[in-house]
């Protein structure tokens, strides 16, 4: 469990020791930040803190395009038992849920589909449905920011099963095609990222 006062001192001092352990999401924008974001800081009253990316985006936030939560290595604060769900983490990431399926998934762990959602709700505060689509994004957006690859082996090597399908989740997610986020220079990102208070 996140403290709301810890969590809160830690992002005002921008302290990077808390880099990954929270993101903290803006309620007036819609936008989820780390805590070293270099933005001008939201108030306090209009924030709230989520322990995952995709915990953050299954809220409804949009990665901040600023300090590029998405380039955070994915380590969420463990509690208890954590082996099943950092093996379903790792499955995930090589594309367990690009095809197969939750149960599937849950199969191949020795567990129940509903034990694997509850543990996914414990440890990330996300489904593994949510956890899969950001990891994608993720991928998709470190290969935007690092390559020269064109749209479609992107969307394939990130594990999405169309140009299309990939555009439509990017566009959800960032309120922006993928080719425009390509665009943007960093003084851009700057500027968009700006605007939020
Ligand atoms: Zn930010």
Not at 4 to 25: H, P, Q, V
Not at 122 to 147: C, D, E, F, V, W
Not at 175 to 192: D, I, T
Request: hydrophobic share 35%; aromatic share 8%.
């Amino acid at each position: 469990m996140l403290d709301f006062n810890i969590c809160n001192k830690a992002r005002l001092e921008r302290d990077a020791s808390f880099d990954g352990k929270f993101f903290t999401a803006v309620k007036t924008t819609k936008i989820y930040c780390r805590p070293v974001c270099p933005v001008r800081q939201p108030l306090t009253k209009n924030i709230s803190f989520y322990e995952t990316a995709p915990a953050a985006e299954q809220a409804g936030y949009r990665p901040c395009l600023r300090c590029r939560p998405e380039t955070v290595p994915f380590c969420p604060a463990w509690n208890g038992t954590k082996t099943t769900v950092e093996r379903a983490l790792k499955m995930i990431e090589q594309g367990a849920l690009d095809n197969g399926s939750v149960e599937n998934l849950a199969d191949r762990l020795g567990i129940g589909p509903r034990h694997l959602s509850r543990l996914f709700n414990k440890h990330i505060g996300a489904s593994p449905t949510q956890t899969a689509k950001t990891m994608r994004i993720r991928k998709a957006k470190q290969l935007l920011n690092t390559t020269q690859l064109s749209m479609a082996k992107i969307a394939e090597q990130s594990g999405f099963k169309s140009v299309r399908g990939f555009n439509k989740v990017f566009k959800n997610l960032y309120g922006r095609a993928p080719s425009q986020v390509k665009r943007l220079n960093p003084q851009r990102c700057a500027e968009l990222a700006g605007g939020q208070q």
